[in-house]
């Protein structure tokens, strides 16, 4: 059985209909690229997906959704709020409990995060700040991981070594991502996106980014 | 390698102010000294529920005449502070306004009073006069901030009038009339407060019927001073300006004469220390000076800023048990309504008229000012903040009750929550210096009981220690909102 069946005429938000006639199954266990121009819907159908997945998958929105003024520690750790108690998370607030502390240093290791866990997200840069939003990711207790372009705001080399630790972590990943050469290497399975349709949905196994030249050509609109 | 965590300068402070109140706050008398409070409380309560509304058939003419100090303060405040606010660059206008915003208006009206008697001047002055200060300075501040761009696109030669009229007036007019609307809202609670001093606003006939223990009529009265701020924005619309700015001065008993040869005495004499008016000697002015200081200044002071401290910590605990009260972000549409009720009720009810029904309830202690500057500064605060969450947006898998607010909500909102603390620090010294004339002993209790003695050269003297206090916790604010880098955009509603 999959773990997620979508049948739906159409997907919008606000009365705009930016999906439509979307047929998709996702296995357990995929790696999935969603990839196409921007405006396309690619956003739409992660949270979509996120929706119906609920509690078992952690999310990486494109806005990151962190809290500024809080420290790098605290906003990874906010990936496991809802499975702790509510004085256990007052405390941490208050002071870093040495065991969670514990717990959050391998996950900021893999993101080479390390030396900032105590500093404020809100003086960290773009890309500190993106390694941040995959850390709560990864931090998160679920098995399926949805991100909307977490590599967008990194160099090409730590674009890799945070999709090696998202892969090595989470054995479902559904990613946005509009590079292709990435997703086609990241990826085993590839969605492509056009006019609020899914227009390609492949093996990765093989691609080029050539194939994807057809999702970015001008449509007759 | 090892990594601490280190506390952050906004920690930092916290921890500070809150061990100042504290250690204020274990030297403050706090006791409740009336026998039954709980007695008194349930009378009051019952003439709550049983507002009687033809008690006196002076109320309508009281809400009119607080209406009519209100509106005509304020507008001249308007026309002043504009005109102040363009001189601002100058450094003795800044100096002047603040001074006079410095002194609260319930002073200059003490001050007016020994002038003008109950003329209507006295009112109208006492809330002109500081009100001025404080519009130069929003003002000022206002077109400081306006989009300097455009002013650089105008033909070179163009007149500094038509520079202004044409490009800043239009920029900044929108801010100035939300401006004026917020601060014709505190014109309307000044002047309720100035009836508690002997002019015939919605104060006067408050202190009579709690008094008297006519508990029905400070109900109706309430009620009615609720409903007209609460109606404001319905009923304050441009084009009427003109028709209640004159029914306001036509209403007010201009009759009341006054003496010139007073006004020139007490300017002149009266307000004159006293050794150096009996020509004593500067020995004796000293000896004077000395007294006014050690048995006055300096026990007034002291309480002034112990209650200050105590009121500012306490107002920001309440303020973050307040703002969930009306954030989208943690409350849904109907709990929202009834905490918006809540708050509108607590921050429309002047502190001191707050603090003069508790002190009714309790007796005399520092309790009933510390939870009335708390409530009503509490309230005022929660509101701003509690508007500014809704602007902002959580992502769409973060967690709910208690842990979004820990961690999603208060980190987010606590700067410009300490931003606006800060910026109200000033706001609440003035107020618990005032709280005084109540008879809890800061330093407005010695202004008014040397008013009451007639002793003007001391209420002078310490009306002018007052506002130096407030000028230095002014300074000191800013050097902290400063050093946090706190910003706020103004004490707007």
Known sequence: ?221 | MTVRPEPSPLARTTTTFVGIAILCLTFADVAISTVDPWQEFNRMLLGLVTPDFYATDSVALAIAYTLAFALLGVALANVMGLFLALLFFSRIVRTGCAVVRAVHELFWALIFLQMFGLSPLTGVLAIAIPYSGIIAKVYAEILEEANPAPLKTIPAGTSRASAFIFVRMPDVWAHFRSYSMYRLECGIRSSAVLGFIGLPTLGFHLETAFKEGQYSEVSALLILFYLVIATMRIWMKRPLMPVYLIGAAAILPWGVAFSFSNIGRFLTEDIVPHPLRSGAGMEAFWDWLHMMVVDQAVPGTIATVQLTMIALVATGFLTIVFFPLISPLLLGKASRFCGHMFLVVARSTPEYILAFVLLQLWGPSMLPAIVALTLHNGAIIGHLVGRYTETVTLRQDATTGFNRYFYEVLPRVYRPMLALLFYRWEVIMRETAILGILGIATLGFYVDSAFADLRFDRAMLLIGITALLNIGVDAISRSVRTRLRLQTSLEQQ
Do not use: C
């Open chain 1, 1 to 221: 059985m999959p773990l997620l069946e979508l049948r739906e005429e159409t997907v919008g938000y606000s009365g705009i209909t930016v999906l439509r006639e979307l047929e998709l199954n996702i296995e357990q266990g995929e790696r999935i690229a969603l990839v196409g121009e921007s405006g396309a819907g690619k956003s739409t159908l992660l949270n979509l997906i996120h929706t119906r997945l609920g509690e078992t998958a952690a999310l990486v929105p494109q806005e990151l959704g962190l809290v500024q003024a809080l420290s790098v520690f605290h906003n990874v750790y906010m990936g496991r709020l809802h499975q702790r108690s509510v004085w256990r998370n007052l405390r941490n607030l208050l002071k870093p409990a040495k065991a969670d502390v514990d717990l959050v240093m391998p996950v900021l290791e893999r993101l080479r995060l390390e030396d900032k866990i105590f500093t404020s997200v809100g003086e960290l840069s773009g890309g500190q700040q993106q390694r941040t939003a995959v850390g709560r990711a990864l931090f998160h207790p679920g098995d399926i991981l949805i991100a909307d372009e977490p590599v967008s705001a990194v160099d090409e080399h730590q674009a890799r070594e945070i999709l090696d630790a998202i892969t090595a972590e989470k054995p479902t990943v559904i990613l946005a991502m509009h590079d292709r050469e990435l997703a086609i290497k990241f990826a085993d399975r590839l969605i492509g996106i056009r006019d609020g349709k899914i227009a390609l949905d492949e093996a990765a196994l093989g691609m080029t980014p050539n194939d994807l030249d057809d999702l970015y050509r001008n449509s007759d609109r």
